[in-house]
């Protein structure tokens, strides 16, 4: 079995048990390092970026002039210690696993494969737009970091409406699309209720829709855009689990950079360092199965190598 082969099981399996798990009283909890949408009502853990909000929402709710209560400084121990844990229990998985949460186990990513499957078997190439505004893109992914840590400060102050505490949940399309795998349309419907509930409505309608057109024009066009992979890469010197490079065994026959899904240059133009873990890598190491020179690529766990590139492995593929 090929490494591809073995991820793509683990992806569904992973798609599976984070989508239908708490049919089965499975809880995982809220620390998710990957996009497990907490708007599935079946989801057996949520993606940490929504704790995150919510935490730095309330910790600031004392501060607004609105709030009131016989013990105003309870929202913030609550809301303290749920960030510290989260973060704590968040801290730990992305160190193990690194940005393989991406790679091998992210529901919505396994969408977005799907997706490309169905472009490739219809012959329809990747847009050559996208792929040369690859680099300003990816900008955009620590945009939306900086968006979803302030907005709900504010909202938390009574700066903005309350709404604003899950400021980056509201438009995020695995909000639309993931509780459809559950039989839940309806947030795919325009919420009317508030004029900010509408806005977002709105906004998520669009942003899903020019989601999916980029998805099916480039392999993992939100991998771009996620702040999740934006919060992942400051853990980056942490990880356990990595992708090393030997240049002085490369070929330069630029296999890697074919293979990539997120067309990374770094694993193919490093010709000093060993560390070859690109900001926008997903962890999928198709890199390391695809190059065609003995001992180039590995992948490492601390200082053991559990999987090195190899020439007949190579032609197997």
């Given at each position: ?9 683990t992806?569904?399996?992973a ?13 995982l909890?809220?620390s998710?390092?990957?996009?497990s ?7 057996t853990?949520?993606c940490y ?21 016989p ?6 121990r ?12 968040f801290s730990i ?8 949460w991406c790679?091998?186990?992210c ?8 997706i490309?499957?169905?472009?490739r ?19 955009i ?9 302030i ?8 700066v903005?409406?309350?709404?604003f ?5 509201n ?9 459809l ?11 009317t ?14 942003i899903?829709?020019s ?7 480039k ?6 855009f ?35 899904s997120?067309?990374n240059e770094?694993v193919y ?6 560390d ?5 890598c ?6 390391v ?7 180039s ?19 197997r593929?």
């Amino acid at each position: 079995m090929t490494v591809t082969k073995l991820r793509y099981i683990t992806q569904h399996v992973a798609f599976l048990l984070f989508t239908y798990g708490g049919f089965f009283r499975i809880n995982l909890g809220q620390s998710i390092p990957c996009l497990s949408c907490p708007f599935i009502y079946s989801c057996t853990g949520f993606c940490y970026l929504m704790m995150l909000q919510r935490a730095l929402g309330l910790m600031f709710l004392p501060l607004n002039a609105a709030f009131g209560g016989p013990d105003p400084w309870f929202a913030v121990r609550e809301a303290g210690g749920q960030l510290l844990i989260g973060l704590l229990i968040f801290s730990i998985l992305v160190v193990i696993l690194g940005k393989s949460w991406c790679g091998w186990l992210c529901p919505f990513g396994l969408i977005q494969d799907w997706i490309t499957r169905l472009r490739r078997k219809l012959g329809i190439r990747e847009s050559e737009i996208i792929l040369k505004k690859k680099e300003k893109l990816t900008v955009i992914k620590y945009i939306l970091l900086a968006y979803l840590i302030i907005m709900p400060i504010l909202a938390g102050l009574g700066v903005l409406p309350f709404d604003f505490i899950l400021a980056f949940c509201n438009i995020c399309p695995a909000k639309a699309l993931m509780p459809l795998f559950a039989g839940d349309a309806q947030y795919i419907a325009l919420d009317t209720s508030t004029r900010v509930a509408l806005g977002f409505s709105l906004a998520l309608l669009a942003i899903t829709a020019s989601m999916l057109i980029g998805m099916f024009f480039k392999d993992r066009f939100f991998c771009l855009f996620c702040p999740m992979l934006a919060l992942l890469n400051f853990y980056k010197k942490l990880y356990v689990l990595k992708l090393a490079k030997e240049p002085l065994a490369c070929h330069g026959c630029g296999n890697c950079r074919r293979t990539c899904s997120m067309d990374n240059e770094t694993v193919y133009r490093e010709r000093v360092k060993s560390d070859v873990y690109d900001t926008d890598c997903m962890g999928c190491f198709k890199c390391v199965e695809g190059c065609a020179a003995d001992k180039s690529l590995q992948v490492k766990v601390g200082p053991l190598k559990v999987f090195t590139s190899s020439r007949r492995y190579a032609s197997r593929v």
